[in-house]
Each structure stands twice: as C-alpha cells, then as structure tokens.
C-alpha cells in the first residue's frame, strides 16, 4: 500500500486556490512566501501568478477582479511593508463590497511577538474592528489546516455584504510538509427572499405617487440586472444607479434616471428629495450616494424607504427603513420581477420626466479651452462596443465620464464599470490592466495626471504580460479636485495642489506603450480609433485647460460668496 503524498504547505495553497476556481493571482514576490511561489511554478499550467510592481496596484488588480468576475480577486503580499501597500486596495474592496482575499507571507512561528523584521499584528491592523478593512483576519499557523482556512475565506468574502478577508501564512507553516486535500469550490448562499416583507414592499410600491429604484452595490449579476429590468419595465418604474456603479441597469434603457452620487444632476437630487418611495437595491445609501446623508434624512427618511441589502447589519443601521429585507440581489430581483402590477400607474408621467431629466443632463455647457472633454467622452462611447471595460481612479476628471458616458449594463451580460466608490486614486491603470489579463475584453482607462501618476508603473505589468488597454490621461497640471475645494473655501490661496508633471507620453513609450498627445478636440478621435487598431497599449495625453474644474463649472465659479 502506497504512503500518502506530502507536499509543501505553499503547494497546498496553491491547490487550494485552484480548487476556488482561481486562475490569476495578483501581487508582489517576497520571501516570506517561496514555498507559495514555488507552487505556482508547479501549477503554472492551472494557475498564473502575475508579477505587479507595487503592492497597491496588486491590491487594486485583486479588487478589480472581484468586481469584474463576482468570485473573491486574490493579492498576495509579503508582511509588514507589502502589507501596508496592499492596504488602499482592502479598504476600497471594504467600501465597495467586493469579494477578495488578500494573502499575507509572515514571520515565521518560532520567532513571532518578538518584533521580528517586518513583523506587524495583522488582526490590529485590518482586523473587523478597523470598520473598513476586512471583514475577517486569521492566521493559519497548522499546514493540515489551510483547506479549512481557504475555504472559509471565500465564503466570508462572498457570503452577506461580500468583501475582503486577509489570510496570514508563517513561512515555515508554507515550508511544511503535509497532507491535506483542497476542499471544494465555494458557492454563495442564496437566501430566501422574504414573502411577507416582499408583499409589504409591494403594498407600498402601489400606493406610492413618486417612486424610484436606487441600484448598487456588491453581489450584482447579469441574470439580477436582467430580472431588475423586466421588474422596471413590468411597473414602469424610474432606475438610478448608486455612486460609481452606473453599470447596475442599462443607461439607454427609457426608464434611466441617471447615477446618484458626486457631481448629481441637481434635477435628480431634487426629485429624490421630493420622492415618496425609494426602493434602493443593494446600495447601502452611504455617504457619497446620499448626497453627504442630505438626499434621505437619517435616522428617519422624508421618503417611504424598503431598503433591501444582503447584509442584515446594514440594514436600519443608517436610516430606518419602512421595509427592510435581507436578500442577495439575485433572488429579490427574481421575486420582485414576478410581482403582478399595478393596473393603474400614477406614476408614469414622473418615470418619463426622470428619463428626460437624465437625457438633458448629458447637453454639454460651454466651459471653454481648447479641449472639450464631453465631446471626448461623447467619442469613446461612440467608439467602442458593448463589451469595453472602462475603468477609472478619483478626481474631477471621472466627473466627465460619470455625466456623459452611457453604461450598457449588465443586463446585456458584461460588466463594464470598475471605479473605486471609496474615492481611491491609483484605481484606474491597475484596475483596466487586470480586466484586460482576466477577461480578454477591450478596455478604456480614463485618469488624471495626479490619478495616473499613483500607479503608473503597473504599465509595465501590462507589457509583461501582454495586456492591452487605452489610458487616456487628462493633464491640468493639478490636483483638480483639491484645487476646486481650495478655491471654494479659500479663494486664491493655492497650497500643495499644483503638479510638476513628466512627460507622459515620453514615460509611456518607455514602459512600451505607444503614447500620443491631443491638445484639440478634432485630433482626439483619429487618435483614439488607431489606439484601438493597435495591438499594443496606447497612452493618449489629452491637455486639459486647468481653469476647466468641472463638468459644470471654470475655477474660479466655486469661489465663496465674499
């Protein structure tokens, strides 16, 4: 009879990972972790470690994937230094409820609590009790158990509020021989919708006069956005998307309002406001969706609230809902698409002018310069198809794709929004990079030159491994947005937000991008059609007259009264 096979724990990892339907794992080598490193090497054929260059473009490449596929993006990091890196792109999939987990190479066992090199207590630093980092925090310190810890990372990741989870490996517990069997695959809970809240939700829905559907959040899919859309349809009802998930139903589709958040369409601030019912789906109505907690009252709302969301601790957390139902998107679209409607619908008239309201925010205003960014992103809309992944990191720049881009939705099958709702810059390069690595698709990043200049160097990630995307760089010279700020609060007083700025185009041809500078309206689109025919990535600078702050506003516009 032959000896059960021992392999090192690393390799057991690895399986582990491969077992969760994981094929691309995100992140920066350290020895901490050589054993894992070594089984990447021994599964290269099932699994693709992709070298990054810094650990916040890592993380944000894990989260991305998150986002894109809807199962857990894996980053893995050495202690201490790799791990405070990773941190910004944890607490984006904190606030974004995206599923990930993040895997950290630590001190070895026989040296711990001694302030080992590099060592830091992980549990005090990321653990629950931070309130916007992970969801969970263990250390595995047994080899035979780390199908138990993986496994239970992913069902924490996906399960309720999905988010991320930070798994701690010594390295001699990674170095040890062991036997032991990857569990399988991790599936999210369904859980059952509620009947008697969905039919007190329905009650409502027929008695309201001025309802709206607020969509967002994590756990979204093309079959919930399907069924989201044949529900809207069904009852007429208008749809906005919560901040920076513009992508939960189709922008095209008769029944959009437009996206709730940074930069609102004052029009559709102020029919929230006037509202009677608000069915918000998913969003958890924080800080940035509701207008800095103006749109809805808190802790009791103007507006009748059924608030639905997957995690039971959300919900009445903020405000106090009318109707609070616990449910994945999934399922609740489902049964909200087979409720009967209505035979009479006041609310028509309110549906069609939230839809035009929508429409008539995306007619341009004259803000002058020699670059017209609306027409800009008038262009790439016009460009690419429906299955272009566009991404994007913070600042006043994404103002102009969050106003005058149309998502498709998932509704025709693809995601096609990665942007950090926790306002995280860096987000954009990485974040299009990975979508690229994973899904094969066409992507477009929209940056700034502050934005850009936080994870630039993941362009060389790209090169290495092939993937293609179109960076299209606006440069004002600035911290835009933090200039808006200044000159609204203390006018003319300009502090520590004007740039120095590379060339961008000369950088990007030395990562091995093609790199082009547009600094008039027409040469944009000759530009971005011969990106899109290359093969390679392409960098275009667009110059931005930095006195153009905004989508609705110059500089100096922001200025307080005196």
């Not at 907690?293 to 808190?298: A, C, D, H, I, R």
């Not at 609740?332 to 698409?337: K, S």
Request: net charge neutral; charged share 20%.
């Amino acid at each position: 009879m032959n000896a059960p096979i021992k392999k090192l724990g690393g390799h057991c990892l690895v399986d582990c990972l491969i077992a969760q339907g994981v094929r691309h794992v995100f992140g920066v080598p350290g020895e901490s972790y050589l054993a894992a490193l070594d089984g990447f090497h021994a599964r290269a054929d099932q699994i693709r470690f992709i070298t990054c260059r810094h650990e916040g473009g890592a993380a944000y490449m894990a989260e991305a994937a998150g986002k894109l596929t809807g199962r857990p993006g894996v980053c893995f990091v050495t202690r201490g230094p790799g791990a405070s890196n990773a941190a910004v792109g944890l607490h984006t999939a904190f606030q974004d409820s995206t599923p990930m987990v993040l895997l950290v190479g630590d001190v070895g066992r026989d040296v711990r609590d001694r302030e080992a090199f590099q060592e830091v207590d992980f549990s005090a630093m990321f653990g629950p009790a931070t309130r916007g980092m992970a969801k969970r925090v263990e250390r595995v310190d047994e080899a035979r158990r780390i199908p138990e810890y993986v496994a239970r990372a992913f069902a924490t990741a996906l399960n309720g509020r999905p988010g991320p989870v930070v798994l701690v490996f010594p390295e001699d517990v990674l170095a040890e021989a062991v036997e032991a069997t990857p569990l399988e695959r991790i599936e999210a809970v369904r859980p059952g919708v509620d009947r008697q809240a969905l039919a007190r939700m329905a009650e409502h829905l027929r008695a309201a006069k001025r309802p709206l559907v607020i969509a967002g959040g994590g756990g979204w899919t093309s079959a919930a956005a399907q069924q989201l859309q044949a529900f809207a349809e069904s009852w007429n009802l208008p749809v906005a998307n919560a901040f920076r998930f513009q992508d939960c139903f189709d922008n095209h589709h008769p029944n959009y309002a437009g996206d709730v958040g940074i930069g609102i369409q004052p029009l559709l601030a102020e029919r929230i406001r006037s509202s009677d019912l608000v069915l918000a789906l998913g969003a958890r109505l924080g800080e940035m969706t509701s207008g800095g907690y103006t749109l809805f009252e808190s802790p009791l709302p103007r507006q009748r609230l059924l608030h639905v969301h997957p995690d039971p601790e959300e919900l009445n957390r903020v405000y106090r809902a009318t109707v609070a139902l616990c449910s994945g998107m999934e399922p609740v679209c489902e049964a909200l698409a087979a409720l009967t409607p209505p035979a009479s619908r006041p609310w028509d008239a309110w549906t069609r002018d939230l839809h035009m309201g929508f429409e008539t925010n995306r007619e341009p205003q004259a803000l002058g310069g020699a670059v017209d960014l609306a027409q800009i992103v008038a262009c790439i809309e016009r460009c690419v198809d429906a299955q272009t992944v566009l991404t994007n990191g913070a600042g006043n720049f994404s103002g102009w794709l969050h106003r005058y881009f149309r998502y498709p939705g998932l509704a025709r099958g693809y995601k096609t929004q990665l942007a950090p709702s926790n306002g995280s810059m860096g987000y954009g390069v990485p974040a299009g990079i990975a979508a690229h690595i994973i899904s094969g698709r066409p992507v477009v990043t929209l940056t700034g030159d502050g934005d850009f200049l936080m994870n630039g160097q993941e362009l060389a990630t790209a090169v290495q491994y092939g993937a293609k995307t179109i960076v299209v760089l606006f440069n004002n010279r600035s911290y835009g947005t933090i200039r808006m700020h200044q000159e609204r609060s203390y006018p003319g007083r300009v502090s520590g937000s004007v740039l120095r700025n590379p060339d961008f185009v000369a950088l990007a041809r030395a990562y091995g991008y093609a790199g082009c500078r547009v600094e008039r309206t027409a040469d944009f689109e000759p530009a971005f059609r011969a990106a899109l025919a290359r093969p390679e990535g392409t960098l275009i600078e667009v110059m931005q007259d930095p006195h153009v702050i905004s989508p609705r506003a110059t500089l100096f516009e922001p200025r307080a009264p005196s």
